[in-house]
C-alpha cells in the first residue's frame, strides 16, 4: 500500500537540529502541496509547515518561524523538514501528508479533521528534545 513514509527523527539536545524525511514511493510528490504535522502525547495533531508546488510559496506556523525550514527535491521524490534550535515542546511525533492540492493556502492552521489525505497517514517519526 502507498503510503507515507517519515524518517529522521531522534533524541536531540535543546538548541540542536535535526532534519526529517518525507517520502512516498510510487507515489509522485512534485504536483502536491506537502504538509508537516505534529502530535505530541495527549494533544490533537497540528500543523507544522507546507510547502506548495511548482516554487509556491512555504508557510509556517508561527512557533516555528526562523527555527525550522522546508524543502524539497523533486529528483529525489523527496521533502525535507530541517529543525534547528530545538525546543522541548518541538517533541512530538511528526508526520507528512496530502490533501490533493497543489497549493499550501493556509491549511496548516485549521484544524487536522479538515484536512483529507489523499495517502494513508504514514507511521510519523519520533522528535525528543531533552536534555
Known amino acids: 500500500q502507498v503510503q507515507f513514509v517519515e524518517s529522521g527523527g531522534g533524541l536531540v539536545q535543546p538548541g540542536g537540529s535535526l532534519r526529517l524525511a518525507c517520502e512516498a514511493p510510487?507515489?509522485?510528490?512534485?504536483?502536491?502541496?506537502i504538509s508537516w504535522f505534529r502530535q505530541a502525547p495527549g494533544k490533537e495533531r497540528e500543523g507544522v509547515s507546507c510547502?506548495?508546488?511548482?516554487?509556491?510559496?512555504?508557510e509556517y506556523v508561527d512557533s516555528v518561524k526562523g527555527r525550522f525550514t522546508l524543502s524539497r527535491d523533486n529528483a529525489k521524490n523527496m521533502v525535507y523538514l530541517q529543525m534547528n534550535s530545538l525546543k522541548p515542546e518541538d517533541t512530538a511525533v511528526y508526520y507528512c501528508?496530502?490533501?490533493?492540492?497543489?497549493?499550501?493556502?493556509?491549511?496548516?492552521?485549521?484544524?487536522?479533521?479538515?484536512?483529507?489525505?489523499?495517502?494513508?497517514w504514514g507511521q510519523g517519526t519520533q522528535v525528543t528534545v531533552s536534555s
Open positions: 501528508a496530502a490533501d490533493g492540492e497543489s497549493s499550501c493556502r493556509g491549511k496548516i492552521t485549521l484544524p487536522v479533521q479538515w484536512f483529507t489525505t489523499v495517502l494513508p
Open positions: 510510487g507515489f509522485t510528490l512534485d504536483y502536491y502541496a
Open positions: 510547502i506548495s508546488a511548482f516554487d509556491g510559496p512555504i
